[in-house]
């Protein structure tokens, strides 16, 4: 189970949609057609069996009622019998002939005295002595039933009259009538025609090719759809099956094929009515069904699979279209949106992918706020940072002129000190023209010169192209300090030569802080612009990275310096134009 | 299922494909076509003809053949034409011996199978037993008692045959023999020979005589068209009928035999039918006594 679980979540979720589908499908076809087909297969059969078992019932009935009939018609001959049947004045022969002309399936009527005299016939004349026809099975029945029942003969060529031979089926009973005051006995006769019986019969089948037969009691065939081919030997039917039973079914084989017999007897004459029917005919409706059931089934599992991967695709494609999305955002690309359409969880999901990258970019935009505000308070700390050393330094140089007695000294101090700070601060602005960061240098250096006396002499020197150029403020004034603090050699005679110069570029603005003083170590020239907080050359890395942090990586300080010779730092930063600010 | 709609319209596409062509389609599927068989008679009426076709036709319900007939007017013509419709093969029944050479001459140009119904050697004909009608009347004639024979013939080989056969019981009585067109009968009652006649017509000429009054004789005889009053009347004493609708019946079940690819090696004889008053009505009569029916 957990392999499985381990494989089933390696598979993508379209392949699981589109397995389980399908595989629901198929179960639910392998189920009805498990449960449902043996049970369809068996009624078919037996549906085919008991149709054509009621066919045959129905025959029985059909032909039954047609022998009623005719006996009604012969009963109805012998009541129209009068007491003197040879008197020719009656009317009964009259009716006889009326009867006949009525019914196209009667022959001939005939009626016998019992020494087989005929007394009438609608024939025209009996060809046959009474000697003869008292031998026909026919009258010889009739007397003996005594009318208790009328006899139905086997087909055959009637050869009694005169005038014609016609294949008929006799029926024939006995009657009472008066004559010179005696009860006499009589036989009437009726002849049906063959054909009456035989196309009824003919015309059944049982599915496609089946049919049914009449027999009489003693296996003699009384109608066959073959029967002329039967009489000359052209076909054979084979009853031994149905001699051995009297009525029901049971199953033989003729010329290889199996058949299913279906036995009946008629109520009048006792004959069996039997219907065969082919068992390949009745299986052939089972295997149509099979292999109909079959092809629906192949096309079923065909249209299960095109659903099941319609139904994949149609839910995992929002999926896949989301799965997109997130790649994008994870390429970067916070501005995409999902269609919110679909179905409803899809919908949902959308929505809240929708609200979440709308809250990212949100967050995204309020972190880069922040980092400016952010690199902005840096700037302004760093910026910061000068002024506690210089104000000392300054407040501290005038402490001493002031106990001096220098009080000239100490006020052009004071004004250089206000002019200083009267630029550092600009209003808040950090950006100002060369040419105020040239005087705050100045008003440092008249500071300076207070303190240090005419131990260094500085040289401001700005290009009149760069003098209104816009620059970071308070940056030349850290790099003159620095080398005061450090260029100047104690034991020297000369003075340090400071000379400050203001260029410009066409994209760029330089400022070129040079000193001849004792210069700086390499090993220490490498580590300047990274010094710690507290170490010596802060000034310089305050300005580097308050250069790097307003205008980027590719500007801030360049420092060359020789021991003994002296150390050039040269500032270097993107022209901005006064407009710009 | 990197392209499933292309699965799910290759799908689809098979399964109405197999709903088409195995559900819908086959509703009305072409019927296998059967063998085409042309029966071609000699005249189309007379109830020789008659039952002839009727048994062709129940060989062909039975067999799933097709039938045409037709009257035979030109056979050279009728077996192109019949070749060129695609039939399998030809029946023919002729008394006409110019139409059965040219019948038999144009199918053979044609290579199309060609049934006689009549005296042929050809194994695929099939014709009546003539030989065995001649021995069935001698033994008749010996089983009633008859110790003196006239033998009636006619011309044509199937006479022979029949003479054959009846000489082959016979010739130790030492039967006269005549020609039907010689037959006068002259001899009285009680010394009268047991006519034979070997032919419809020579029985045809000897019936005559019995009607004309010119006395009576035992007669067993030929007949195409059986007449049961012959037989109930007494004239005749037996008639051999051939079986016109068994001809017709063996004629086409043989054909679909042949075009089946069966070989025959000898042609099929079929017995006549030997009717008397005792039988005369019996079911496996009907046929020959009673056609009419």
């Given at each position: 189970?957990?392999?499985?679980?381990?494989?089933?979540?390696?598979?993508s979720?379209?392949?699981l949609l589109?397995?389980?589908?399908?595989?629901?499908?198929?179960?639910?076809?392998v189920?009805?057609?498990?449960?449902?087909?043996?049970?369809?297969?068996?009624?078919?059969?037996?549906?085919?069996?008991?149709?054509?078992?009621?066919?045959?019932?129905?025959?029985v009935?059909t032909?039954?009622?047609?022998?009623?009939?005719?006996?009604?018609?012969?009963?109805l001959?012998?009541?129209?019998?009068?007491?003197?049947?040879a008197?020719?004045?009656?009317?009964?022969?009259?009716?006889?002939?009326?009867?006949?002309?009525?019914?196209?399936?009667i022959?001939e009527?005939?009626?016998?005295?019992?020494?087989?005299?005929?007394?009438?016939?609608?024939?025209?004349?009996?060809?046959l002595g009474?000697?003869?026809?008292?031998?026909?099975?026919?009258?010889?029945?009739?007397q003996?039933?005594?009318?208790?029942?009328t006899?139905?003969?086997r087909?055959?060529?009637?050869s009694?009259?005169?005038?014609h031979?016609?294949?008929?089926i006799?029926?024939?009973?006995?009657v009472?009538?008066?004559?010179?005051?005696?009860?006499?006995?009589?036989v009437?006769?009726?002849?049906?025609?063959?054909?009456?019986?035989?196309?009824?019969?003919n015309?059944?089948?049982?599915?496609?090719?089946?049919?049914?037969?009449?027999?009489?009691?003693?296996?003699?065939?009384?109608t066959?759809?073959?029967?002329?081919?039967?009489?000359?030997?052209?076909?054979?039917?084979?009853?031994?099956a149905?001699?051995?039973?009297?009525v029901?079914?049971?199953?033989d084989?003729?010329?290889?094929?199996?058949?299913?017999?279906?036995?009946?007897?008629?109520?009048?004459?006792?004959?069996?009515l039997?219907?065969v029917?082919y068992?390949?005919?009745?299986?052939?409706?089972?295997q149509t069904?099979?292999?109909?059931?079959?092809?629906?089934?192949?096309?079923?599992?065909?249209?299960?699979?095109?659903?099941?991967?319609?139904?994949?695709?149609?839910?995992?494609?929002?999926?896949?279209?989301?799965?997109?999305?997130?790649?994008?955002?994870?390429?970067?690309?916070?501005?995409?949106s999902?269609?919110?359409d679909?179905?409803?969880?899809?919908?949902?999901?959308?929505?809240?992918?929708?609200?979440?990258?709308?809250?990212?970019?949100?967050?995204?935009?309020?972190?880069?706020?922040?980092?400016?505000k952010k690199r902005?308070?840096?700037?302004?700390?760093?910026?910061?940072?000068i002024?506690?050393?210089?104000?000392y330094?300054t407040?501290?140089?005038?402490?001493?002129?002031?106990?001096?007695?220098?009080?000239?000294?100490?006020?052009?101090?004071?004004?250089?000190?206000?002019?200083?700070?009267?630029?550092?601060?600009?209003?808040?602005?950090?950006l100002?023209?060369?040419?105020?960061?040239?005087?705050?240098?100045?008003?440092?250096?008249?500071?300076?010169?207070?303190?240090?006396?005419?131990?260094?002499?500085?040289?401001?020197?700005?290009?009149?192209?760069?003098?209104?150029?816009?620059?970071?403020?308070?940056?030349?004034?850290?790099?003159?300090?620095n080398?005061?603090?450090?260029?100047?050699?104690?034991?020297?005679?000369q003075?340090?030569?400071?000379?400050?110069?203001?260029?410009?570029?066409?994209?760029?603005?330089?400022?070129?802080?040079?000193?001849?003083?004792?210069?700086?170590?390499?090993e220490?020239?490498?580590?300047?612009?990274?010094?710690?907080?507290?170490?010596?050359?802060?000034?310089?890395?305050?300005?580097?990275?308050?250069?790097?942090?307003?205008?980027?990586?590719?500007?801030?300080l360049?420092?060359?310096?020789?021991?003994?010779?002296?150390?050039?730092?040269?500032?270097?930063?993107?022209?901005?134009?006064?407009d710009?600010? | 299922?990197?392209?499933p709609?292309?699965?799910?319209?290759?799908?689809?596409?098979?399964?109405?494909?197999?709903i088409?062509?195995?559900?819908?389609?086959?509703?009305?599927?072409?019927?296998?076509?059967s063998?085409?068989?042309?029966?071609?008679?000699q005249?189309?009426?007379?109830?020789?003809?008659?039952?002839?076709?009727?048994?062709?036709r129940?060989?062909?319900?039975?067999?799933?053949?097709?039938?045409?007939?037709?009257?035979?007017?030109?056979?050279?013509?009728?077996?192109?034409?019949?070749?060129?419709?695609?039939a399998?093969?030809?029946?023919?029944?002729?008394?006409?011996?110019?139409?059965e050479?040219?019948?038999?001459?144009?199918?053979?140009?044609?290579?199309?199978?060609i049934?006689?119904?009549?005296?042929?050697?050809?194994?695929?004909s099939?014709w009546?037993?003539?030989?065995?009608?001649g021995?069935?009347?001698?033994?008749a004639?010996?089983?009633?008692?008859?110790?003196?024979?006239?033998?009636?013939t006619?011309?044509?080989?199937?006479?022979?045959?029949?003479?054959?056969?009846?000489?082959?019981?016979?010739?130790?009585?030492?039967?006269?023999i005549?020609?039907?067109?010689?037959?006068?009968?002259?001899?009285?009652?009680?010394?009268?020979?047991?006519?034979?006649?070997?032919?419809?017509?020579?029985?045809?000429?000897?019936?005559?005589a019995?009607?004309?009054?010119?006395?009576?004789w035992?007669?067993?005889?030929?007949?195409?068209?059986l007449?049961?009053?012959?037989?109930?009347d007494?004239?005749a004493?037996?008639l051999?009928?051939p079986?016109?609708?068994?001809?017709g019946?063996?004629?086409?079940?043989?054909?679909r035999?042949?075009?089946?690819?069966?070989?025959?090696?000898?042609?099929?004889?079929?017995?006549?039918?030997?009717?008397?008053?005792?039988?005369?009505?019996?079911?496996?009569?009907?046929?020959?006594?009673?056609?009419f029916?």
């Open positions: 189970m957990i392999r499985f679980r381990r494989r089933a979540g390696s598979l979720l379209r392949v589109f397995a389980g589908f399908l595989s629901s499908i198929v179960l639910v076809l189920f009805i057609t498990a449960s449902w087909l043996p049970q369809m297969s068996a009624a078919l059969e037996d549906n085919a069996i008991e149709r054509s078992r009621e066919m045959v019932l129905q025959t009935n032909v039954d009622t047609h022998l009623s009939n005719l006996e009604n018609t012969l009963h001959a012998c009541s129209l019998v009068p007491n003197e049947p008197d020719d004045q009656t009317p009964w022969r009259q009716m006889l002939h009326a009867l006949k002309k009525d019914n196209h399936n022959v009527f005939a009626f016998f005295a019992s020494d087989g005299s005929c007394l009438f016939d609608t024939a025209g004349g009996v060809r009474s000697d003869a026809v008292r031998q026909k099975e026919w009258f010889v029945k009739a003996e039933w005594e009318g208790a029942a006899y139905f003969s087909p055959h060529v009637q009694l009259f005169s005038s031979r016609a294949h008929v006799t029926l024939s009973q006995h009472e009538y008066m004559h010179d005051g005696q009860v006499h006995s009589g009437m006769l009726m002849d049906v025609r063959y054909a009456s019986l035989s196309d009824l019969l015309a059944v089948r049982l599915n496609t090719s089946g049919y049914v037969y009449l027999v009489d009691p003693q296996g003699e065939l009384i066959h759809p073959q029967l002329s081919l039967i009489q000359l030997g052209l076909f054979n039917e084979d009853m031994t149905v001699e051995k039973k009297v029901g079914s049971t199953r084989i003729q010329d290889g094929q199996e058949r299913l017999l279906l036995i009946a007897t008629l109520n009048k004459t006792r004959w069996r039997v219907g029917a068992a390949n005919e009745i299986l052939r409706m089972e069904m099979l292999f109909t059931f079959s092809i629906a089934l192949i096309a079923a599992v065909f249209l299960g699979i095109a659903t099941a991967a319609a139904i994949a695709y149609i839910v995992t494609h929002p999926i896949k279209k989301l799965e997109a999305r997130i790649n994008d955002v994870e390429c970067g690309n916070l501005f995409v999902m269609n919110e679909g179905f409803e969880e899809i919908r949902s999901v959308s929505k809240s992918f929708n609200l979440m990258l709308s809250r990212i970019r949100q967050l995204m935009q309020q972190v880069v706020e922040e980092q400016e902005l308070h840096e700037l302004n700390a760093l910026q910061a940072q002024n506690p050393h210089f104000l330094n407040l501290d140089s005038i402490i001493w002129m002031e106990e001096q007695g220098q009080s000239q000294e100490a006020i052009a101090m004071v004004g250089a000190l206000a002019k200083l700070f009267r630029i550092s601060i600009s209003k808040g602005r950090p100002i023209t060369v040419e105020e960061e040239m005087e705050h240098v100045r008003n440092y250096v008249i500071i300076q010169k207070i303190r240090f006396g005419n131990r260094f002499e500085c040289e401001i020197d700005v290009q009149e192209d760069a003098a209104q150029a816009t620059t970071l403020k308070l940056i030349v004034q850290p790099i003159v300090e080398a005061l603090n450090h260029a100047i050699d104690q034991y020297a005679d003075p340090l030569h400071i000379r400050v110069h203001a260029f410009a570029t066409e994209d760029e603005l330089l400022f070129s802080i040079e000193d001849d003083g004792v210069g700086i170590p390499a220490r020239l490498a580590s300047l612009l990274h010094a710690a907080p507290g170490a010596s050359g802060i000034g310089l890395k305050n300005v580097h990275e308050r250069i790097r942090l307003t205008f980027g990586a590719p500007f801030g360049e420092i060359h310096s020789e021991e003994d010779v002296g150390t050039t730092v040269i500032l270097r930063q993107p022209r901005v134009r006064r710009a600010t | 299922m990197k392209k709609w292309r699965l799910c319209a290759v799908c689809l596409l098979i399964a109405f494909a197999l088409w062509l195995f559900l819908i389609a086959p509703i009305s599927p072409d019927a296998p076509r063998p085409l068989f042309y029966v071609l008679t005249g189309d009426n007379g109830l020789l003809i008659s039952q002839i076709k009727q048994g062709a129940a060989a062909a319900d039975r067999l799933h053949a097709s039938l045409i007939f037709e009257s035979i007017q030109h056979p050279e013509e009728q077996i192109a034409r019949i070749q060129r419709s695609g399998d093969g030809v029946i023919f029944f002729t008394t006409d011996t110019q139409n050479q040219a019948l038999l001459a144009a199918s053979d140009a044609q290579k199309l199978p049934l006689q119904i009549g005296h042929s050697q050809s194994p695929l099939v009546c037993d003539e030989y065995q009608a021995v069935q009347l001698a033994q004639a010996l089983d009633a008692g008859h110790t003196r024979f006239l033998l009636l006619e011309d044509g080989a199937s006479t022979r045959d029949r003479l054959d056969g009846a000489f082959s019981l016979l010739e130790s009585y030492q039967p006269e005549l020609p039907y067109s010689s037959f006068t009968p002259a001899f009285a009652d009680g010394d009268a020979p047991c006519v034979i006649a070997l032919g419809a017509l020579a029985t045809a000429q000897a019936l005559s019995r009607y004309d009054g010119d006395g009576a035992p007669l067993l005889g030929m007949s195409i068209q007449h049961y009053n012959v037989l109930e007494g004239y004493d037996l051999l009928c079986a016109p609708f068994s001809l019946f063996l004629a086409v079940s043989r054909m035999e042949h075009v089946s690819g069966t070989h025959f090696k000898q042609p099929l004889l079929v017995p006549y039918a030997s009717i008397t008053l005792d039988n005369l009505y019996e079911a496996k009569h009907i046929t020959f006594a009673f056609p029916l």
